[in-house]
């Protein structure tokens, strides 16, 4: 007798969204890639510009760990889009501080993002893609607003040898 795969009593919501997830990634990624930007250097250039932050609180806007973040800034400061300076409020803090390249780059980049976020939405017909916002906007902010805490895995002792 063959086993059977258990029938789903629930649609699979999981690969729908890391499906068009994926997807728009992709899209975004190939998007931005024709004025030579990343997706995060993108982000790193709109957070920056809306206020003085620093490179941590830059990494944290943007979900990147810190050796990413370098990276990113780095290549931010190779273009001539972004330079670290000492903070104003903070001599020991280092911010991350847009030029006026950087500037014009990050309007170009946002309605490139804006592009590939609208050319979804119009995918559907006006009144899903409403539905499909509030919806998704309901999601973010009520039930799935907070991640789960990972599960801690049984760590052994380190055998001496």
Known sequence: MTAMAPARSAPDLSYLLDHTSHVLRTRMAAALAEIGLTARMHCVLVHALEEERTQIQLAELGDMDKTT???????????????????????????????????????QSQAIVDGVHQAALDALPKDEAEVLLRAMNRLVTEHLATPAEAPQGVRRARQKS
């Open 69 to 107: 973040m370098v990276v990113t800034v780095d290549a931010l400061e190779k273009a001539g889009l972004a330079e670290r300076r000492p903070s104003s409020t903070d001599r020991r803090a280092r911010i991350i501080a847009i030029t006026e390249k950087g500037a014009e780059v990050a309007k």
